[in-house]
């Protein structure tokens, strides 16, 4: 059973970092892409940032200058580099690795990421 597990979040002042781990349990076969996504209070889920197999990266208009999504596939390991936190960037965070059996992605639990004003 294949578990993700979100680590790193917190409550930091505006203009501060975080950095956000995703760490896998075991090894995952044929993963396509992996994610960060976001859910702020009351709305939906959505993609912050994104990495390939094939490297290529894709980032929400919002984040882009300040997010920085990277991995270590020998440790089954995502990472989320936060800078310049702002208010608006507060919810909660989940990561995914979609797979080819696997579509719709394995899924962690979420972190906490509250930026206070």
């Known amino acids: 059973q294949v578990q993700l597990v979100e680590s790193g979040g917190g409550l930091v002042s505006a203009g501060g970092s975080l950095r956000l781990s995703c760490a896998a349990s075991?090894?995952?076969?044929?993963?396509?892409?992996r994610g960060w996504y976001r859910q702020a209070p009351g709305k939906q889920r959505d993609l912050v940032a994104s990495?390939?197999?094939?490297?290529?990266?894709n980032y929400a208009e919002s984040v882009k200058g300040r997010f920085t999504i990277s991995r270590d596939s020998a440790k089954n390991t995502l990472y989320l580099q936060m800078n310049s936190l702002k208010p608006e960037d507060t919810g909660v965070y989940y990561c995914?690795?979609?797979?080819?059996?696997?579509?719709?992605?394995?899924w962690g639990q979420g972190t906490q990421v509250t930026v206070s004003s």
């Open positions: 990495i390939t197999s094939g490297t290529n990266i």
């Open positions: 075991t090894g995952i076969f044929g993963i396509t892409v």
């Open positions: 995914s690795f979609r797979t080819v059996l696997q579509p719709g992605g394995y």
